[in-house]
């Protein structure tokens, strides 16, 4: 009634959305109405899922279950509080040392989020009169924190160490601190940064140095200790970030550094001062996740033969896949609206592998990402490829 009443002043947000459906980028949210597996119903089919960050299989894993409903009986659901006034539970510390050790870092502190440990950390530790030195493809979450820092931000071409260096050159001797800033793997390429050349070149202009090891954590280095340990560089990089929503398949991020760093962050990221502390069951699974990847190196050793027989399979069937190293594959579209009918097309057919466009990556290069896990069988596997080249046939994406 009020509508017709008056005028709508949000209507522009509906004029907005009907030109995404003529454009074919609207985008409906999925249902997901099973645990995520390598197989699993969503919006009522059976789909073989390409589409999750469950590298390892942990996020319907016994041990991890266990440990979550354990911690519930003892600590209940929530710790009611944030961090800094009473929700700093036992469990929260014992994660924290945890990861530390695993990262082989002083300390460690956890967010409520990979975006809140990116972005609070970022703008906790940099201000006005500071430089940001940033790849172009870095995840929203950094690009978040070095707005809210009100820092300067310097972006230079994707993976183009010389590029970085140049601007760190033109900025030495400028007042203020350097941040050379990173992804380990690119979320949408499923490349991986080249961190030995952007570690001497931050220690060449006396930069921070800081990583995102959002979809490194649990896939590269020794039991997955990310990128730094995939290069050696422990000691050299000063602030690493990782995520426990991925690999780790609970939620979180985490910091992991100095211990004056870590005791910064408590005083000055606004996520960690201003919103709650995770549920102690999400602490108890992650714990429990950590050591899984210690006992069981094979899971990620499955991850990673997975990942090359499916890469491989997908570049000899033709598909232009771009840079990808890692489990992260992207098949490369380039327009939206067909990514997003090849996604649709390929989900009717049983293989869930998400179209992803602008914002999320650059105009003109759409793709569908697939992402293989350690739990995928080779049946799945061949099932899928034999789905996607016959539905990129019949859109005319293969010859
Ligand atoms: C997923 C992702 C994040 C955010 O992690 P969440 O824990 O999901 O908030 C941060 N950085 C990168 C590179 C990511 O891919």
Same mark, same amino acid.
């Given at each position: 009634m009020i509508s017709e009443l008056k005028s709508n002043p949000l209507s522009y947000l509906s004029e907005q959305l009907e030109t995404w459906k003529r454009e074919g980028t609207y985008q409906r949210l999925r249902e997901l109405q099973t645990a995520c597996g390598p197989v699993c119903r969503v919006d009522g089919r059976e789909v073989i899922n390409l589409?999750?960050?469950n590298y390892l299989g942990l996020a319907d894993h016994p041990k991890l279950k266990e440990a979550a409903t354990e911690a519930i009986r003892r600590y209940g659901v929530g710790s009611a509080a944030v961090r800094t006034i009473a929700g700093t539970m036992s469990l929260h510390l014992e994660l924290e040392r945890r990861i530390a050790e695993f990262k082989k870092t002083e300390a460690c502190v956890v967010f409520q989020s990979g975006f809140a440990a990116n972005a609070g950390t970022v703008a906790a530790i940099l201000g006005p009169d500071d430089h940001i030195v940033s790849d172009e493809l870095n995840h929203a979450s950094i690009i978040d924190g070095c707005r809210l820092s009100k820092a300067r931000i310097h972006i230079f071409p994707h993976k183009d160490v010389a590029a970085a260096d140049r601007i760190l050159s033109e900025l030495d001797g400028e007042p203020g601190r350097k941040l050379l800033i990173t992804d380990g793997v690119f979320s949408m390429d499923g490349d991986i940064a080249p961190l030995p050349q952007l570690v001497e070149v931050a220690e060449r202009h006396g930069a921070i140095m800081m990583v995102d090891d959002a979809h490194a954590s649990g896939v590269l280095g020794r039991a997955g200790r990310g990128t730094v340990d995939h290069f050696n560089l422990h000691g050299r990089v000063h602030i690493q970030v990782g995520t426990l929503s991925k690999a780790i398949a609970a939620i979180g991020g985490y910091v992991c550094g100095s211990r004056d760093l870590i005791e910064f962050l408590y005083h000055r990221a606004r996520p960690f001062l201003f919103s709650t502390s995770h549920p102690p069951s999400v602490a108890a699974t992650c714990l429990a996740a950590l050591d899984l990847l210690e006992k069981e190196p094979e899971r990620i050793e499955r991850l990673w033969q997975n990942t090359e027989y499916f890469k491989g399979e997908l570049r000899k069937a033709g598909f232009q896949t771009g840079a990808s190293e890692t489990p992260i594959t992207p098949i490369l579209i380039g327009d939206a609206a067909l990514a997003f009918r090849f996604s649709n097309e390929l989900f009717e057919e049983g293989v869930f592998a998400t179209g992803v466009g602008y914002p999320t990556v650059? #105009?003109? #290069?759409a793709r569908i990402r697939t992402i293989v896990t350690a739990v995928h069988t080779r049946e799945h596997l061949d099932r899928a490829l034999e789905i996607l080249v016959r539905v990129a046939k019949r859109l005319g994406i293969l010859a």
């Amino acid at each position: 009634m009020i509508s017709e009443l008056k005028s709508n002043p949000l209507s522009y947000l509906s004029e907005q959305l009907e030109t995404w459906k003529r454009e074919g980028t609207y985008q409906r949210l999925r249902e997901l109405q099973t645990a995520c597996g390598p197989v699993c119903r969503v919006d009522g089919r059976e789909v073989i899922n390409l589409a999750s960050n469950n590298y390892l299989g942990l996020a319907d894993h016994p041990k991890l279950k266990e440990a979550a409903t354990e911690a519930i009986r003892r600590y209940g659901v929530g710790s009611a509080a944030v961090r800094t006034i009473a929700g700093t539970m036992s469990l929260h510390l014992e994660l924290e040392r945890r990861i530390a050790e695993f990262k082989k870092t002083e300390a460690c502190v956890v967010f409520q989020s990979g975006f809140a440990a990116n972005a609070g950390t970022v703008a906790a530790i940099l201000g006005p009169d500071d430089h940001i030195v940033s790849d172009e493809l870095n995840h929203a979450s950094i690009i978040d924190g070095c707005r809210l820092s009100k820092a300067r931000i310097h972006i230079f071409p994707h993976k183009d160490v010389a590029a970085a260096d140049r601007i760190l050159s033109e900025l030495d001797g400028e007042p203020g601190r350097k941040l050379l800033i990173t992804d380990g793997v690119f979320s949408m390429d499923g490349d991986i940064a080249p961190l030995p050349q952007l570690v001497e070149v931050a220690e060449r202009h006396g930069a921070i140095m800081m990583v995102d090891d959002a979809h490194a954590s649990g896939v590269l280095g020794r039991a997955g200790r990310g990128t730094v340990d995939h290069f050696n560089l422990h000691g050299r990089v000063h602030i690493q970030v990782g995520t426990l929503s991925k690999a780790i398949a609970a939620i979180g991020g985490y910091v992991c550094g100095s211990r004056d760093l870590i005791e910064f962050l408590y005083h000055r990221a606004r996520p960690f001062l201003f919103s709650t502390s995770h549920p102690p069951s999400v602490a108890a699974t992650c714990l429990a996740a950590l050591d899984l990847l210690e006992k069981e190196p094979e899971r990620i050793e499955r991850l990673w033969q997975n990942t090359e027989y499916f890469k491989g399979e997908l570049r000899k069937a033709g598909f232009q896949t771009g840079a990808s190293e890692t489990p992260i594959t992207p098949i490369l579209i380039g327009d939206a609206a067909l990514a997003f009918r090849f996604s649709n097309e390929l989900f009717e057919e049983g293989v869930f592998a998400t179209g992803v466009g602008y914002p999320t990556v650059p #105009k003109g #290069k759409a793709r569908i990402r697939t992402i293989v896990t350690a739990v995928h069988t080779r049946e799945h596997l061949d099932r899928a490829l034999e789905i996607l080249v016959r539905v990129a046939k019949r859109l005319g994406i293969l010859a």
